[in-house]
């Protein structure tokens, strides 16, 4: 009788084949953890000890509000572009594109960046995902006439020409 997920006995006996080279090779992927795994791991074994305690308090919160709210029950082999796109137009209907940039760029690729480096996966999803453009304000720049007059209204109340003392020699 075949394992659990197969049809065949073949099957579970070719996959258990794949598990092992991938093993020999070192490049075998758990299956089994999820983001909200991924996240307290992360917490736990880098966190506490590389961020500073208000760091570690805002990632935390974004992890636990964000990221593992809306991504925590999935496997990470099973988390790709849908779901981080899902996230992103979520936060940005709901609170800006500004905070989904932070969200997805500072912390989920992050926290994806560690899955790759502990071989939980094999690449960061987060990282195919495009970031919304935030429209920055353009600065409003005075022109040299603008300026002048600004200059003469608050130069003169602010020191007195007559205390600057220019080119006075000893």
Request: hydrophobic residues 40%.
């Amino acid at each position: 009788m075949p394992g659990p997920g197969f049809k065949k006995a073949e099957d579970a006996a070719k996959r258990a084949e794949e598990i092992k080279q991938e093993l020999r090779r070192g490049i075998y992927i758990d299956d089994k953890t999820t983001v909200r795994e991924l996240a307290i791991r992360y917490l736990r074994e880098y966190g506490k000890s590389n961020l500073e305690e208000t760091t570690f308090k805002l990632e935390e919160g974004i992890f636990r509000n964000y990221i593992v709210e809306e991504l925590g029950n999935i496997y990470l082999k099973d988390l790709n572009r849908y779901h981080i796109q899902m996230l992103k137009e979520k936060i940005i209907k709901h609170v800006s594109k500004s905070h989904a940039n932070v969200v997805l760029i500072k912390k989920l690729r992050k926290l994806l960046r560690f899955a790759v480096k502990w071989d939980l996966i094999r690449q960061n999803v987060a990282e195919k995902v495009d970031l919304p453009k935030v429209n920055r304000k353009q600065k409003e720049r005075l022109t040299l006439d603008q300026f002048m007059v600004v200059k003469s209204h608050i130069i003169p109340t602010i020191i007195p020409l007559e205390s600057l003392k220019l080119n006075e020699t000893k």
